[in-house]
């Protein structure tokens, strides 16, 4: 397929590469001049701007951060919307507003042309490994045409409405289920490390039993290792949660759990730690227990570093 991507981050630089890999024709853009180049070594083509990725591919993806960015990246000036031939197809893989969604996906039908909402979990790793979920919502003839690309980029990839939005709803839960687990996991770690036992110790146990998930393994250790890399930055778990939340009042529905989480990870952000991990929540815990994880009170410029 002639296939456009548009947003070479952290997740969609690897997503895209699977793409060329099995055999697709790729257009690209991004703000980023070095992930252009980088792709474009393996055998992408370079456009200079959105509108010029729409006019050469049959499928464009949007893999940016947030509802605005997805917005702009359609219907700003030099946008995808003006890019468009009807017929053409709209796939959009960020994680971003259900609700907004539904009225972005309306406008791109009035031109002539479906759309798709595709958000992915796994992280890094799983777009690395090509081993994406894919929680998709629209139509299922488009669904059936865009399959391939999704087979590609991911190993568990469902059709979860035929309503676009529906898949969005399921990337908020989890979202929902892994920011609060992810709280959970800093919560657990630190109270068995005030409490005096080896918090690595603790997590092996645990990882055998009920409590055991990929968070606890992977998560845990980044905690335990004070390794807070971006492999997913705080803010957008933290944005994550927002949508939540906000999409929660317009449904009515109370999400206490969620909300506690929304909250920490507004102290992560209050804290100057946004770009970090979002296991930087366990530095939020740190500094009201005054205990380094698995070491002993922080003092001074410690409490600073943490």
Known sequence: MKVGFIGLGIMGRPMAGHLIAAGHELYVHDFDAASVADIVSDGATACDSNRAVAVAADVIITMVPDTPDVE???FGEDGVAEGLSPGSIVVDMSSISPTETSRIAARINDLGCAYLDAPVSGGDVGAINAALTIMVGGPQETFEL????????????????????DGQVAKVSNQIIVG?????????????????????????????????????????QRMLDHDFEPKFRAELQQKDLNIAMQ???ELGVYLPAASAAHNIYNSVSAQGWAKDDHTS?????????????????IHGDQKDET
């Open 72 to 74: 702009a990246a359609l």
């Open 146 to 165: 865009v399959r391939p690309l999704f087979e590609a980029m991911g190993k568990t990839v469902t059709l979860i409405g035929t309503r676009n939005g």
């Open 180 to 220: 609060i687990t992810v709280q959970a996991v800093a919560e657990a770690l630190m109270f068995a490390s005030k409490a005096g036992a080896d918090p690595a110790v603790v997590r092996e146990a645990l990882m055998g039993g009920a409590a055991g998930s990929m968070i606890l393994d992977l998560h845990g």
């Open 247 to 249: 999409t929660a009042r």
């Open 281 to 297: 929540v366990v530095r939020i815990l740190e500094a009201a227990a005054n205990h380094r994880l698995g070491g002993s009170a």
